[in-house]
């Protein structure tokens, strides 16, 4: 059997990326992602990306996540996002203890995982070091196909204690999905809400946020890879931003397919040689070369650390944080753009267009994506001032 490379899985997510487009209209109307998909990313190897070799996954470098969620969300941004959420925790379950990989990938290692990290759970500690756990969470996209959940919350400390946030793990039994997911943008994501009364929650199924932040995970002691030592802020965040440049890609080629044909009823000049036509095609694809280009440095830059077992400097973290959020931003830009130069057609339901307007605008939307935050963190840290973000 031929070796499967990150090359091997870009093309197939390419060769994909069609049929999601196929399969969007009817997803969105679906609310969540259909089986066939995950049947496709599953089939295809895509869960097995980062998951370590111990289970049958092919253990590679976290890149390859976003690459493939460059090529699918040209076809459908919100699988681009499943399929990244997914696989993040795919990487994160790797952190846990051993037993907990087991638990959970022993007798299946299809399983997957969906998550909400907002830290709203509410814990009281129990014997042995286990907690109970209450909460109502939002936004858990995917929850329909997975068959545990990450979800945030704080333990409680003692007084004068710094904060301990950690991700809970929750099997299917413990928790209840509200179907709740009625959305202008990432429609097919199906990110409800998720319900939990008093469920029990061992110590071994709790990853302590502090762990992520330093790279240094029970899980670490049995997957040794550097590929596995990633700071956790870094991969969380870039799942959510990535696919809003695979729609901005995504837009664009459809963008050019429209304007090779397209005669303006107004005048009836052919589309295609209009200058401001031109320059938005041109400045679209610009912008999205320059926002990839800076994203792959980055993650090319934190490998060569860990390959040679050193830290990644704080600065540099928080300036990788801040290009992820930006990164968004640019995509949003590129979106508006084409949106506006297609004229009156964009607007009607099935519009390809219009469909990565409105994904681009929902994972806009997403915390992690706001621009300012991280910004003035950035900044302040070239001035000399300490870092104040616990998720890079």
Same mark, same amino acid.
């Given at each position: 059997?031929?070796?499967?490379? !990150?090359?091997?899985?870009?093309?197939?997510?390419?060769?994909?990326?069609?049929?999601?487009?196929?399969?969007?209209?009817?997803?969105? &109307?679906?609310?969540?992602?259909?089986?066939?998909?995950?049947?496709?990313?599953?089939?295809?190897?895509?869960?097995?990306?980062?998951? !370590?070799?111990?289970?049958?996954?092919?253990?590679?470098?976290?890149?390859?996540?976003?690459?493939?969620?460059?090529?699918?969300?040209?076809?459908?941004?919100?699988?681009?996002?499943?399929?990244?959420? @997914?696989?993040?925790?795919?990487?994160?379950?790797?952190?846990?203890?051993?037993?907990?990989?087991? +638990?959970?990938?022993? +007798?299946?290692?299809?399983?997957?995982?969906?998550?909400?990290?907002?830290?709203?759970?509410?814990?009281?500690?129990?014997?042995?070091?286990?907690?109970?756990?209450?909460?109502?969470?939002?936004?858990?996209?995917?929850?329909?196909?997975?068959?545990?959940?990450? @979800?945030?919350?704080?333990?409680?400390?003692?007084?004068?204690?710094?904060?301990?946030?950690?991700?809970?793990?929750?099997?299917?039994?413990?928790?209840? /999905?509200?179907?709740?997911?009625?959305?202008?943008? @990432?429609?097919?994501?199906?990110?409800?809400?998720?319900?939990?009364?008093?469920?029990?929650?061992?110590?071994?199924?709790?990853?302590?946020?502090?762990?992520?932040?330093?790279?240094?995970? !029970?899980?670490? &002691?049995?997957?040794?890879? !550097?590929?596995?030592?990633?700071?956790?802020?870094? /991969?969380?965040?870039?799942?959510?931003?990535?696919?809003?440049?695979?729609?901005?890609?995504?837009?664009?080629?459809?963008?050019?397919?429209?304007?090779?044909?397209?005669?303006?009823?107004?005048?009836?000049?052919?589309?295609?040689?209009?200058?401001?036509?031109?320059?938005?095609?041109? &400045?679209?694809?610009?912008?999205?070369?320059? &926002?990839? $280009?800076?994203?792959?440095?980055?993650?090319?830059?934190?490998?060569?650390? @860990?390959?040679?077992?050193?830290?990644?400097?704080?600065?540099?973290?928080?300036?990788?944080?801040?290009?992820?959020?930006?990164?968004?931003?640019?995509?949003?830009?590129?979106?508006?753009?084409?949106?506006?130069?297609?004229?009156?057609?964009?607007?009607?339901?099935?519009?390809? /267009?219009?469909?990565?307007?409105?994904?681009?605008?929902? $994972?806009?939307?997403?915390?992690?994506?706001?621009?300012?935050?991280?910004?003035?963190?950035?900044?302040?840290?070239?001035?000399?001032?300490?870092?104040?973000?616990?998720?890079?």
């Amino acid at each position: 059997m031929a070796e499967v490379t !990150p090359e091997v899985l870009i093309e197939r997510a390419r060769k994909l990326a069609p049929t999601l487009r196929e399969r969007a209209e009817k997803a969105g &109307e679906l609310r969540r992602t259909p089986d066939e998909t995950i049947a496709d990313f599953h089939e295809l190897g895509f869960f097995k990306a980062v998951q !370590p070799k111990r289970y049958g996954g092919y253990e590679m470098n976290p890149k390859i996540l976003y690459q493939l969620q460059i090529e699918l969300g040209k076809g459908c941004a919100s699988s681009a996002w499943v399929f990244g959420v @997914l696989s993040v925790h795919t990487w994160q379950l790797a952190l846990f203890p051993k037993e907990t990989q087991d +638990e959970v990938w022993g +007798e299946d290692p299809k399983t997957l995982i969906s998550s909400s990290y907002m830290p709203v759970g509410k814990s009281k500690w129990l014997e042995d070091g286990a907690v109970s756990l209450s909460g109502h969470w939002s936004f858990s996209s995917g929850c329909d196909h997975a068959q545990w959940i990450f @979800l945030g919350g704080f333990v409680p400390t003692e007084e004068g204690s710094p904060p301990d946030m950690r991700t809970f793990l929750l099997p299917r039994a413990d928790y209840e /999905i509200k179907d709740n997911w009625f959305v202008s943008g @990432l429609k097919s994501s199906g990110s409800k809400d998720i319900l939990v009364d008093g469920a029990t929650v061992p110590a071994h199924r709790m990853h302590k946020f502090f762990d992520g932040f330093r790279s240094s995970s !029970p899980g670490n &002691e049995v997957n040794t890879s !550097p590929v596995y030592r990633y700071p956790f802020g870094q /991969i969380h965040v870039r799942s959510v931003s990535t696919p809003a440049l695979g729609a901005a890609l995504g837009a664009l080629e459809s963008f050019n397919e429209y304007m090779k044909t397209k005669v303006s009823q107004a005048t009836g000049g052919k589309a295609s040689d209009n200058l401001l036509n031109n320059i938005a095609a041109a &400045e679209a694809a610009a912008i999205i070369d320059r &926002e990839i $280009i800076t994203l792959e440095r980055n993650f090319d830059e934190m490998f060569g650390y @860990l390959e040679r077992g050193e830290a990644i400097p704080l600065e540099r973290r928080a300036r990788f944080r801040n290009d992820s959020a930006r990164a968004v931003s640019a995509a949003v830009e590129v979106v508006d753009a084409l949106f506006t130069a297609c004229g009156g057609r964009v607007l009607f339901q099935g519009n390809d /267009i219009n469909r990565h307007w409105q994904d681009v605008h929902a $994972i806009r939307a997403h915390h992690a994506n706001g621009p300012d935050k991280p910004a003035a963190n950035f900044g302040a840290m070239q001035f000399g001032n300490k870092n104040s973000d616990f998720f890079i």
